[in-house]
């Protein structure tokens, strides 16, 4: 086997595991986001800030990718939903048996959600071929990292449905065009969508909120019109 | 062949070619850094501002990584320094024969450096096992990144001959506690060095320009003294 071939299986073998998470997830209407974006782009604090905005109303959890740590696990669950640590073993991405190992795993802690939140590995690269069943693909920058970046990794800004922006409490101290971020990406994602948030002031927060809760009553009245159909 | 043995086929003939590489480098006395961050931590601003300081003393040469685009390879040659693009085909790091190959085409451009700075793809995981014939690895952290990186990406961080902390202009605005990474970084690289600048403000650099003066002229030194004695 060539290396190619042995990609080639690797990817069959994500893409039956994920196709079999997306049934599950449809069955328990659970809406489920990817979120994917290098080291240190706010994902986890943006994860925590809509824990803790959503928890009293929606059944939240969230499985944190990650080389090493349990770090990030730990901040989800301080918010006081449950949360798993999946640790890939080197590996840049998660894939998808890892994330059905962890579910199965996690048991009842993490069935039944009406929101999972998944954080992947820290990497605009790897984690884009991955499906892990998600109904979206989540990607983040920081104004701190450039507005250089969508051009640079085309796949994932190209990819993702949603573009975040975050840290714009940082726009005064840094130098970083919205605007051209902005072309970028409505050059690579036409049909995609763009929000600006600070987790840390809360600006913008309640944008990002609203595209979660309304993504979740979509999937909710998609399964129930598939139940009347069926 | 497994998908392990193909891993250990890749790194086998990529050792093969970083050897190569560092035959060549020791020959002509050429000081070779192998830059490794996340995307937008300033490894480009870095060398750009060590080319400007330093490209009227000492012949300089840039390779740069990417998934896509000339950009960071344009931004080293206004600098007027020789710079050229490696674009990896969506792979998440430089390899050796890459760099080898872009040398031999560029021919005389980029031959008898004093100081080769090549900038790896933006990642803190892929680029970490893949020897380019380099003296060292750097691996910059922003403080926009947060200073949990250096145990959450281990592998880089311990084998990294120095870890430079970039964008401290932005310390007042960021919550980052560097006496928690200088002892991530202590734990995980004993022997390692860290640096603390700001290529925008200048702040640390002339640390910085010395560190790298300072490995050159001891390659230098062990070139003539290995001379002497064959």
């Not at 770090?71 to 669950?77: C, H, I, V």
């Not at 840049?92 to 954080?119: F, P, S, Y």
Request: proline share 3%.
């Amino acid at each position: 086997m060539t290396d190619v071939d042995v990609k080639q299986k690797v990817l069959a073998a994500n893409a039956a595991a994920a196709a079999s998470l997306r049934e599950d997830f449809g069955r328990a209407a659970t809406l489920v986001v990817n979120l994917i974006s290098s080291p240190g782009s706010g994902k986890t604090t943006l994860l925590e800030k809509t824990a803790l905005a959503l928890k009293d109303t929606l059944r939240l959890g969230g499985l944190e990718g990650d080389i090493a740590t349990e770090r990030d696990a730990d901040r989800l669950r301080r918010t006081g939903i449950p949360a798993r640590q999946i640790l890939t073993g080197g590996s840049c991405h998660l894939d998808a048996r890892q994330v059905a190992r962890a579910l199965a795993e996690e048991g009842t802690r993490l069935a039944n959600l009406d929101v999972l939140l998944i954080e992947n590995v820290g990497n605009l690269i790897c984690p884009t071929g991955y499906d892990l069943g998600e109904d979206f693909k989540i990607v983040l920058l920081s104004v701190a990292e450039g507005d250089d970046k969508p051009f640079k990794y085309p796949a994932i800004f190209a990819k993702a449905a949603v573009t975040v922006v975050t840290k714009i409490d940082l726009l005064p101290y840094v130098p970083f065009d919205l605007a051209a971020v902005r072309e970028q990406v409505a050059s690579l994602a036409p049909e995609g969508r763009i929000l600006e948030l600070s987790a840390t002031t809360g600006a913008g927060m309640q944008a990002w909120l609203s595209l979660l809760t309304d993504a979740l009553a979509r999937k909710r009245a998609a399964v129930c019109a598939a139940e009347g159909v069926s």
